[in-house]
């Protein structure tokens, strides 16, 4: 039993110490440079993750859980405003740029690398479900109309939030990467949020401009 759950926290550690790894030097660490900078050796990885893909797979499924956590942890008795919205937003970001070595990586998966593939099917769909939740929630608070869940435009929309949601991490690391993620994380938010733009009701409205338009 004890070698069990040795054996537990130190997978959990190779997961959570070759995130940071990979986000600090990039994607292109091979597992012996990395069991390099771990201190440990490579065998150990591969113990655990016998291949880079299978490590990310499981760096990917750490994030899931922590995204989850996270939407646990939101208070829901909060009034439904934009602003509510934006600091929900604001901390599935911060999360998202703790994993964004697992973020850029999905970015170059593809269909042939079935276990990889297979997450980031999972993910998406759990995610997409979230998102219909949340559009349902802002068109029930009369921020959204309800044109916005017309099949025609909410796979539109769909499309271009969850788009947003992932493909900002990329971008700062991209084209980005000589401003900090300080600085430009108000930029994406907005971009984010402004998904809702074409939907909005004036109280939606009247919420985004309190929100985004202060001087």
């Not at 990979?22 to 655990?48: C, H, M, P, S, V």
């Not at 008795?77 to 070595?101: H, N, T």
Request: aromatic share 12%; proline share 3%.
């Amino acid at each position: 039993m004890a070698n069990y759950a040795k054996g537990v926290e130190m997978r959990k550690n190779i997961i959570e110490q070759s995130r940071i790894v990979f986000n600090k030097e990039g994607l292109l660490l091979t597992l012996n440079q990395l069991a390099d900078k771990l201190n440990i050796t490579k065998g150990r990885i591969t113990n655990y993750f016998p291949t880079k893909d299978k490590l990310f797979v499981a760096i990917s499924q750490d994030y899931d859980l922590r995204f989850q956590e996270l939407l646990a942890s939101v208070d829901r008795d909060s009034e439904i405003s934009l602003s509510w919205l934006a600091k929900v937003f604001a901390m599935i970001m911060d999360l998202q740029y703790e994993y964004r070595s697992a973020i850029v990586f999905v970015s170059t998966t593809s269909s042939s690398q079935k276990d990889m593939h297979d997450q980031i099917t999972k993910s998406y769909r759990s995610n997409s479900k979230q998102v219909e939740i949340t559009a349902r929630t802002l068109v029930e608070s009369d921020l959204l109309k309800p044109d916005i869940l017309a099949p025609s435009n909410y796979e539109v929309f769909c499309f271009q939030h969850v788009s947003l949601f992932t493909t900002w991490v990329i971008s700062q690391e991209i084209y980005y990467s000589t401003r900090t993620y300080k600085k430009m994380k108000p930029v994406y938010l907005r971009g984010i949020i402004g998904t809702y733009f074409p939907y909005l009701t004036p109280k939606g409205l009247d919420q985004f401009n309190e929100l985004f338009m202060r001087s």
